[in-house]
C-alpha cells in the first residue's frame, strides 16, 4: 500500500498560481502511475491530469491543458500539479491519487489509494 499526503492548496486571485504537493510513503512510489484529480460542490470527481511512472507519460483533462502541469520526483516520492492562470472554475478540492495498475488511466475508478484532499479556491 502506500500512503499519500496533499499540500499546497489556498485561496488565490484569478490568473494566479499554486503548487500542489502530493507526499507519499509506503511501497515504493515509483511502481505506480499516479493522478491528480478535483471535486467540486455539487459535482462528481473529475480528472485533473494523470502521468506515468517514470513521468515519461501525461495526461491533462482539455481544461486545464496549457494552464497546469503534472509532475513526480521519485527520489523524492513526490508528485506535483503546477497550476497556473488559475479561474474561478478551478475551485475545488484536490486529490491525489495511486493507481496499482501497470498503465495510466483517467477514471477515478482506476484508482486503488487516495490521499485526504487539498482544497484550492479562485477568487474572481
Known amino acids: 500500500q502506500v500512503q499519500l499526503v496533499e499540500s499546497g492548496g489556498g485561496l488565490v486571485q484569478a490568473g494566479g498560481s499554486l503548487r500542489l504537493s502530493c507526499a507519499a510513503s509506503?511501497?515504493?512510489?515509483?511502481?505506480?502511475?499516479m493522478g491528480w484529480f478535483r471535486q467540486a460542490p455539487g459535482k462528481e470527481r473529475e480528472f485533473v491530469a494523470a502521468i506515468s511512472k517514470f513521468g515519461g507519460t501525461t495526461y491533462y483533462a482539455d481544461s486545464v491543458k496549457g494552464r497546469f502541469t503534472i509532475s513526480r520526483d521519485n527520489a523524492k516520492n513526490t508528485l506535483y500539479l503546477q497550476m497556473n492562470s488559475l479561474e474561478p472554475e478551478d475551485t475545488a478540492v484536490y486529490y491525489c491519487?495511486?493507481?496499482?495498475?501497470?498503465?495510466?488511466?483517467?477514471?477515478?475508478?482506476?484508482?486503488?489509494?487516495w490521499g485526504q484532499g487539498t482544497q484550492v479556491t479562485v477568487s474572481s
Open positions: 509506503g511501497r515504493t512510489f515509483s511502481y505506480y502511475p
Open positions: 491519487a495511486a493507481d496499482a495498475s501497470l498503465v495510466v488511466h483517467t477514471a477515478p475508478a482506476n484508482y486503488d489509494y
